[in-house]
């Protein structure tokens, strides 16, 4: 990502944090909205900071971090193996100039095996590609998640108990001799 790139998203999000604690700032009590968080998260972690969720900021962005440094990283090997598969089968073009990984590994290797790990290379940059495509829409998904279960709210008054419980067998079953049956007792309270 270029310099002028880097300080376009801090703006950004400089201006999405503005925003929102002026809003909180003046006493304005607007709806939430997990439709404007679904909007906002386009730009990966704003609708998150309009959640309130500031924390998993730096989870996403680690994500894509990393994820693209792998894709970076695939590539480049790719493109290493690819130029050293065409100086090994003599098919590298005119004005091309190699680096000397390449040509040592076209000295290296044969061209089945550089044919081998130039696929696997390939295949893998365009796996943290698809990766990354999906941390993007997991992105937008929790930040919608997050605006619907905004307001949300979990009451002290919630419980939930496990008792065990012993009940006998009515007559009507067993006239003769009297079993019980041995279980457990679930309650939930909602008040």
């Known amino acids: 990502m270029t310099r002028s790139k880097s300080h376009l998203c801090f703006l950004l999000i400089g201006a ?18 997990a439709k ?27 994500g894509f971090g990393g994820f693209g440094y792998l894709a970076y990283r695939n590539y480049s090997d790719y493109r290493t193996y690819l130029t050293a598969y065409k100086i090994k089968t003599g098919n590298l073009e005119d004005g091309v100039t190699p680096s000397e990984l390449s040509v040592q590994l076209a000295g290296y290797y044969q ?34 998640v997050d605006g619907h279960l905004y307001t949300y709210d979990i009451d002290d008054d919630l419980s939930f108990t496990i008792d065990p419980c012993l009940k006998p067998i009515e007559p009507p079953y067993l006239p003769t001799v009297q079993y019980a049956q041995v279980g457990l007792s679930f309650n939930l309270n909602l008040k």
């Not at 002026?22 to 939430?32: F, T």
């Not at 386009?42 to 998150?48: D, F, H, I």
Request: proline letters at 3%; charged letters at 15%.
């Open 16 to 33: 999405m944090l503005l925003l929102s604690l002026s809003g909180q700032a003046q006493g304005v009590k607007k709806e939430h909205s």
């Open 36 to 62: 404007k968080a679904g909007y906002l998260s386009l730009l990966p972690g704003a609708g998150q900071i309009y959640n309130g969720k500031w924390w998993k900021v730096p989870i996403i962005y680690a």
């Open 111 to 144: 061209a089945s095996q550089l044919q081998s790990y130039k696929e696997s290379f390939r295949r893998d940059f365009e796996l943290y590609c698809i990766i990354m495509a999906a941390w993007y829409g997991l992105n937008i998904v929790d930040a919608i």
